[in-house]
């Protein structure tokens, strides 16, 4: 694997953790550079750990993790969207806060790295060097969640109220497409 066909697949695997990065952002009032490192930190760390998780397990359970990688996803941004659109509605600023918590943060990244996981597993059949792919997926991950986060803000900013259920719709719409992905392409 050269290095634009690795940089490539890191900007692919990426765009999850950008598109849920920006619902971050939209539901946000303030983001601050803390906000940034740790959703650039949960995205990129998780997108660079998943692939080296996936050729550890290799060929052995190959079958087993794309079979249900996708529903995985699905149903993890799934049920982070709908809490999400439930707390713009009904909920306050301080559940807004919590957002960045560690469960929330956990989830996500789990639900936007699957895909890491299985390229991984991938990578246990190919001649690639693991270490400096995964590092390089974590990198590029955590940048553009970054800007994805930023840009989510100031569009927030802008939409009001409307902004958490914009952001929930978005994890909802991320996670469908993964399906439809996967079962018809």
């Known amino acids: ?27 946000a009032r303030n983001v601050t550079p803390r906000h940034a490192l740790i959703v650039g930190g949960w995205f990129g760390g998780f ?25 995985i996803a ?21 559940q807004h806060n919590a957002d960045f918590g560690p469960r929330a943060m956990f989830l996500m990244a789990i639900a936007t790295s699957i895909d890491a996981l299985a390229v991984g597993v991938t990578m246990a059949f190919l001649d690639v060097n693991v270490w400096i ?14 800007v994805g986060l930023y840009l989510g803000s100031r569009a927030g900013a802008k939409l009001g109220d409307k902004a958490g259920i914009l952001g929930g719709l978005i994890l909802i719409a991320i996670g469908i497409k993964i399906v439809i992905e996967h079962l018809f392409f």
Do not use: C
């Open 1 to 27: 694997m050269g290095v634009i066909e690795l940089i490539l697949i890191s900007v692919g695997l990426a765009m999850d953790a950008f598109a849920v990065s920006l619902g971050k952002g939209l539901s």
């Open 47 to 71: 997108q660079g750990l998943m692939p080296i998780v996936g050729y550890l397990l290799g060929r052995s359970f190959s079958d087993i993790v794309v079979s249900v990688d996708h529903w």
């Open 74 to 94: 699905f149903v993890l941004l799934g049920l982070i969207g709908l809490n999400m659109v439930r707390e713009a509605i009904w909920g306050d600023e301080e």
């Open 133 to 146: 792919a995964s590092s390089t997926i974590g990198v590029i991950t955590f940048i553009i969640s970054v």
